[in-house]
Nanobody
Framework: QVMLVESGGGLVQADGSLRLSCTAS????????IAWFRQAPGRGREFVAA????????DYADSVKGRFTISRDSTKNTVYLQMNALRPDDTAVYYC?????????????????WGQGTQVTVSS
């Protein structure tokens, strides 16, 4: 059983930065893909960023390219989402997710394990 715990959300002004963390317990992320999704009020959950645990592949939604970076710290079994130049339309609950294997890493329904979510609010 993999448990994912997110942290780092909060309230920030537009153009500010936040770093989200996703830490796994129960096993290491080795061999897994890890992604961030988000859900804004009244909208469906959408893909934000994903990476394979090994440095094989990363992918980003067009709306966050150049502003967000997904990275990892293997010593802490943690994946980060560095979010810069935040905009009000980035406001959402951000979820970390993990799945074994390196295929279809942008597809939400492929992910087996989910964190509880962390709120990010960007004020104008």
């Amino acid at each position: 059983q993999v448990m994912l715990v997110e942290s780092g959300g909060g309230l920030v002004q537009a153009d500010g930065s936040l770093r989200l963390s996703c830490t796994a317990s129960g096993r290491t992320f080795s061999g897994y893909a890890i992604a961030w999704f988000r859900q804004a009020p009244g909208r469906g959950r959408e893909f934000v960023a994903a990476r394979t645990w090994s440095d094989v592949l990363t992918d980003y939604a067009d709306s966050v390219k150049g502003r967000f970076t997904i990275s990892r710290d293997s010593t802490k079994n943690t994946v980060y989402l560095q979010m810069n130049a935040l905009r009000p339309d980035d406001t959402a609950v951000y979820y970390c997710a993990a799945k074994p294997g390196y295929n279809r890493i942008t597809i939400m329904t492929e992910y087996n394990y989910w964190g509880q979510g962390t709120q990010v609010t960007v004020s104008s």
